[in-house]
């Protein structure tokens, strides 16, 4: 027994229908996921700028205050310039496979959500 042409036409058009549906879907669940991560991203970014912002002034603050105490204002800035390079020199060799593995790890699962 054969089927009609009609029905081997009309399961074709179903197959293509359903298949041209079901790419649709998985863009858009890889759109979904990559807009959540670039928002994610993008907050993060601004939580980090602002936090910056405050470690800035705040550094420009406790500078003047120590060039004060000292006598010329410049000691204070060598001070806390020094406190900046001795910090970032233990956070580049101690610290920085501690926080680079986090981030990336956290990048990654807010795309794959």
Same mark, same amino acid.
């Given at each position: 027994?054969?089927?009609?042409?009609?029905?081997?036409?009309?399961?074709?058009?179903?197959?293509?229908?359903?298949?041209?549906?079901?790419?649709?879907?998985?863009?858009?669940?890889? #759109?979904?996921?990559?807009?959540? @991560?670039?928002?994610?991203?993008?907050?993060?970014?601004? =939580? /980090?700028? !602002? $936090?910056?912002? *405050?470690?800035?002034?705040?550094?420009?603050?406790?500078?003047?205050?120590?060039?004060?105490? #000292?006598?010329?204002?410049?000691? @204070?800035?060598?001070?806390?310039?020094?406190?900046?390079? =001795? /910090?970032? !020199? $233990?956070?580049? *060799?101690?610290?920085?496979?501690?926080?680079?593995?986090?981030?990336?790890?956290?990048?990654?699962?807010?795309?794959?959500?």
């Amino acid at each position: 027994m054969e089927a009609p042409n009609g029905s081997v036409e009309l399961l074709f058009e179903s197959l293509e229908t359903y298949s041209k549906t079901t790419f649709e879907l998985a863009k858009l669940k890889a #759109l979904e996921s990559f807009s959540k @991560g670039i928002a994610a991203l993008f907050a993060k970014v601004g =939580v /980090v700028m !602002l $936090l910056l912002l *405050f470690v800035v002034l705040l550094s420009i603050g406790v500078a003047m205050m120590l060039g004060d105490l #000292l006598g010329k204002a410049y000691y @204070g800035f060598f001070i806390v310039a020094g406190f900046y390079l =001795v /910090v970032g !020199l $233990l956070f580049h *060799f101690f610290l920085y496979h501690w926080i680079k593995g986090p981030i990336a790890h956290t990048l990654i699962n807010q795309v794959f959500q």
